[in-house]
C-alpha cells in the first residue's frame, strides 16, 4: 500500500526531475553530479534503487566525468564529437534523473514518467543543441561554438542550481502565505473589535 503523500509534494519533486532532466540536455554530467551530491548530502531522498547515485562512487565518477565534458566542449571535432556520444545518453541521464527523483510513486508509474517526461526532454533539449551547434559550425567554421559551449555550460550549471533551490523557494513561498494570512486575520479581528 502507498503511503499518503501531499500533493504537492508530487509537484515538487516532479518539477525536481523535470529540471534536471532538462538541464542534462545542455549537459549530461552536470545535473548527474548535483544529484548526487543532494542524495549524497541528504539535501533530497532518491527513489528506492537509486541511493547508487548518492554514493562516494557516483559521485567521484560523476565530478570526472562532468570536468571531461565540459572541457571536451572547448576542443575543436571533440565537441561534435561529444554531441554524437551524449545525444543518447542525455536521453539515459533525463530517463534516471526523473525516475530517481519521484520517490513516492508506484515503481512502474515513475519509470513510465522517467522515460517519457524526463528522457524525452532531455533528448529535445540535447538534440536542439546539437542542431545548434552544427548550425553554428557551419556558419562560423566552429569559432562561435566556444561561445556556444560557455552558454551550454552557463544554462546547465544555472538551471541544476535554480531547480535545486526549488524546495527551498517552494516552502519560502508557503512561509509568505501563511504571514500573509494571519497579517490580515489579525487586521480583520481588530478591525471586529474597533467597530464593536
Known amino acids: 500500500m502507498m503511503e499518503q503523500v501531499p500533493a504537492i509534494q508530487f509537484l ?4 525536481l526531475g523535470l529540471g534536471l532532466a ?3 540536455g545542455f549537459r549530461v554530467f552536470v545535473p548527474l553530479l548535483a544529484a548526487s551530491l543532494a542524495y549524497h548530502t541528504g539535501y533530497l531522498v532518491p527513489a528506492g534503487g537509486f541511493a547508487w547515485l548518492g ?4 559521485l567521484i565518477t560523476l565530478a570526472t566525468a562532468t570536468v571531461v565534458e565540459i572541457a571536451g566542449y572547448y576542443i575543436p571535432l571533440v565537441d561534435h564529437l561529444l554531441d554524437t556520444l551524449t545525444t543518447p545518453a542525455s536521453f539515459v541521464a533525463g530517463t534516471i534523473l526523473m525516475t530517481s527523483a519521484l520517490p513516492h510513486l508506484d515503481p512502474t508509474l515513475r519509470w513510465t514518467l522517467g522515460v517519457l517526461v524526463g ?3 532531455a533528448g529535445l533539449v ?3 543543441t546539437a542542431l545548434l551547434r552544427g548550425a ?9 561554438n566556444p561561445v556556444l559551449a560557455t552558454a551550454e555550460n ?3 550549471v544555472g538551471g541544476v542550481a535554480l531547480t535545486l533551490l526549488l524546495p527551498l523557494v517552494a516552502a519560502g513561498l508557503a512561509l509568505l502565505l501563511v504571514v500573509v494570512i494571519l497579517s490580515r ?4 479581528r481588530a478591525r471586529r473589535r474597533n467597530a464593536a
Open 22 to 24: 532538462a538541464c542534462s
Open 55 to 58: 554514493s562516494w562512487a557516483a
Open 185 to 188: 486575520l489579525r487586521r480583520w
Open 154 to 156: 552557463t544554462l546547465a
Open 126 to 128: 540535447q538534440t536542439g
Open 136 to 144: 553554428s559550425t557551419a556558419a562560423t567554421a566552429g569559432l562561435a
Open 12 to 15: 515538487v519533486a516532479g518539477a
Open 119 to 121: 528522457g524525452g526532454t
